[in-house]
């Protein structure tokens, strides 16, 4: 099978930075897109930014500018650098990869998630 962790969450004050990390293991054959997305309390799940493993990116209007996403295709890890965090920005932080198993097709694969929160 496949896991995703993610780490890197935690508290920050507005203006502030973290970077989020997201590792794939197990029986990997070839990963595909990987994406960040976060879901506020009473809030759906939504795409912050994703990339593509030759690198193109796509990003939430609402980040655009100051979060940034990259890959590290050698060590299976994506990235989320956040600056100049507002608020808003609270959320529980997910990692989405779609992989491909020695066994089975592209799949997607979910991480745990980890909370961000941003302090007035």
């Known amino acids: 099978q496949v896991q995703l962790v993610e780490s890197g969450g935690g508290l920050v004050q507005a203006g502030g930075s973290l970077r989020l990390s997201c590792a794939a293991s197990?029986?990997?054959?070839?990963?595909?897109?990987m994406g960040w997305y976060r879901q506020a309390p009473g809030k759906s799940r939504e795409l912050v930014a994703a990339?593509?493993?030759?690198?193109?990116?796509n990003y939430a209007n609402s980040v655009m500018g100051r979060l940034t996403i990259s890959r590290d295709n050698a060590k299976n890890t994506v990235y989320l650098q956040m600056n100049s965090l507002k608020p808003e920005d609270t959320a529980v932080y997910y990692c989405?990869?779609?992989?491909?198993?020695?066994?089975?097709?592209?799949?997607?694969?979910w991480g745990q998630g980890t909370q961000v929160t941003v302090s007035s």
């Open positions: 989405k990869a779609v992989v491909a198993t020695l066994s089975r097709g592209f799949h997607d694969y």
């Open positions: 197990g029986s990997i054959f070839s990963i595909g897109a």
């Open positions: 990339i593509t493993p030759g690198g193109s990116t």
